[in-house]
């Protein structure tokens, strides 16, 4: 079935279904609620963030600056990641693709309710932004002990 | 007859069936012209230099790269825009171009690439003389 030259159709739908389906579980379905600060993909710049038990990680993907380019600031649990990426474009020259994001940008996350927000720290490295939250001791899961 | 054709060519390449297509990353890139050179820039945030491959393979230039994250064992996801650690894009170039002359460096996440023109094929001055 695959790799044949007359089936690449079906392939294709398939890949897109697949598309689809990603898109589906990203966004929920679709009379979920959404997060209220969602943006739509594609928005500049991206964003994945994960937790761990002690911790909340977020890394920003935005090459091209310096690390002092970066402004962020917390209120509460809402982080706002602004920023201004220099254009690079030489003097006199003809452009023939223009797809990266030249000039300011800005993005708010709300961060999951337990970080502590003094806790934060960045580091810029190869163009990536990781930020790290601690999260409120209290909330941390606990193991509880089962005596007998 | 169309349709034996379909299944002689189906049964063939089942080596290839686990091959399961990787999702890979588009690089945004711009890409400007001068009279010398051609410069591309690529944003590949989280490659580092030893992630990086560049290759000119006759007139195609293919840029991939691996995004090597400094990521806590333990980490569970919970909203992600990239959706894979591999960038990959090509280009074909055109005979003008240099290929033996490429100078690549990358800084901050960004690529740069510089192509420059054969010498015979840049742009001259042609003096105009009153007379």
């Known amino acids: 079935m695959f790799g044949s030259i007359t089936n690449w159709e079906g392939d294709l739908i398939n890949q897109f279904n697949r598309l689809q389906n990603d898109l589906q579980q990203f966004w929920g379905s679709p009379s979920g ?43 509460r649990n809402l982080l706002t990641i602004s920023g201004d990426v220099p254009s690079t474009r ?7 693709l223009k797809e990266r994001h030249a000039g300011p940008f800005r993005r708010v996350l ?14 810029y490295t190869n163009g990536v932004l990781h930020i790290s939250f601690q999260r409120k001791a209290e909330s941390r899961p606990r193991k509880i002990q089962v005596n007998a | 007859m169309t349709k034996q054709q379909n299944i002689t060519t189906q049964s063939e390449p089942a080596a290839t069936a686990d091959n399961e297509p990787r999702l890979v990353l588009r690089p945004a890139v711009d890409i ?18 030893n992630t990086l491959s ?6 195609t230039l293919t840029l991939q790269g691996d995004i090597a994250l400094d990521m806590p064992g333990d980490i569970e996801s919970l909203y992600a825009d990239i959706r ?12 003008e171009l240099d290929t033996a ?31």
Do not use: C, M, W
């Not at chain 1, 964003?47 to 909340?56: H, K, L």
């Not at chain 1, 030489?90 to 023939?96: N, R």
């Open chain 1, 33 to 75: 609620p959404a997060n209220i600060r969602a943006v739509a993909r594609g928005s500049y710049p991206s964003i994945n963030i994960g937790v761990t038990a002690g911790s909340v990680e977020i890394y920003v993907f935005a090459a091209g600056l310096k690390q002092d380019q970066f402004e962020l600031s917390v209120q």
């Open chain 1, 90 to 96: 030489p003097e006199g020259t003809t452009a023939y």
């Open chain 1, 110 to 123: 709300s961060l999951p309710e337990d970080v502590e927000p003094d806790s934060a720290s960045a580091r």
């Open chain 2, 32 to 49: 400007f012209e001068n009279g010398d050179a051609i410069k591309l820039f690529a944003d590949l945030p989280g490659v580092a230099d």
């Open chain 2, 54 to 59: 560049l290759e000119i393979d006759d007139q």
């Open chain 2, 84 to 95: 894979s650690t591999h960038y990959q894009r090509a280009f074909t170039l055109s005979s």
């Open chain 2, 101 to 131: 002359r490429i100078h690549a460096s990358l800084a901050n996440g960004v690529l740069t690439v510089t192509i420059p023109k054969r010498e015979e094929v840049r742009p001259r001055k042609i003096e105009v003389t009153a007379g």
